[in-house]
């Protein structure tokens, strides 16, 4: 398994308050929001959560993701009621199990996880936005979406309440295969044609992920950009 991670301010904001944690078989990035140093400290808390949930390793796979969604989320919406200052912090969460030719994944939020193929992208996980609701009933074109005034409005993620039910996705892997994980500073700007062309080429993970956070700064780095990749290897 080769893995390539870059998180980057951006052009535009004054703090990154995306997070990212990677300890293989695990992967997860994060994306808070809240005033001040709400949003880091959400999305720190979220995973730092996973990373407790990883070491205990006790349990399926897909209750081992369950269950630390749901640690993150205990974690965010506790901290936010402690103090004042951090009240209404939130966060994403897209955290990969990936091992034994499986990939599990837990997802709230509008962080995205895409798998690549000989050539062909897919979206596994699904937005948790009032756009891509707007999308899925027909309402608003995908190029309409790009850009829409609303586009952070969340339906869902962590922290805003005591419970969060997490979508859960099985995919299975096999070598060759990419699986990108990342935050909206990247895809808000980068069309999904060009990352799919871009993870074409016959590169490291970490060369890749380099340049996808390049592209978007190239044009504009409108938010703090996470990209974490990972490359199935032969067993
Ligand atoms: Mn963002």
């Not at 997070?19 to 994060?30: D, F, G, H, I, N």
Request: with cysteine; charged share 20%; glycine share 8%.
């Amino acid at each position: 398994m080769r893995v390539g991670v870059k998180s980057d301010i951006g052009r535009m904001r004054r703090a990154n308050e995306d997070a990212y944690w990677v300890s293989p078989p695990w992967y997860a990035v994060a994306d808070g929001m809240g005033g001040h140093v709400a949003g880091e400290v959400a999305s720190r808390l979220a995973v730092n959560a996973v990373e407790s949930v990883a070491l205990e390793e006790e349990g399926t796979p897909p209750e081992l993701i369950r269950r630390a969604v749901q640690r993150a989320n205990s974690a965010v919406w506790q901290q936010s009621q402690l103090k004042a200052s951090l009240t209404g912090m939130g966060t994403t969460l897209t955290v990969a199990r990936i091992d034994a030719g499986q990939c599990m994944i837990g997802h709230v939020g509008d962080s995205r996880c895409y798998i690549w193929r000989e050539a062909t992208i897919r979206q596994l996980t699904h937005d948790h936005s009032i756009v891509a609701e707007l999308v899925r009933t027909g309402s608003l074109t995908e190029s309409e979406a790009i850009g829409h005034p609303q586009r952070n409005l969340l339906t869902r993620a962590l922290g805003m309440g005591p419970h969060i039910e997490p979508d859960i996705i099985e995919e299975t892997v096999f070598p060759g295969d990419k699986i990108l994980l990342c935050t909206d500073g990247l895809t808000s700007v980068v069309p999904v044609t060009e990352l799919a062309r871009l993870l074409g080429n016959d590169t490291t993970p970490d060369n890749l992920a380099r340049r996808l956070v390049s592209m978007a700064n190239d044009r504009g780095g409108p938010d703090n950009i996470t990209v974490l990749l990972i490359e199935i290897a032969a067993p």
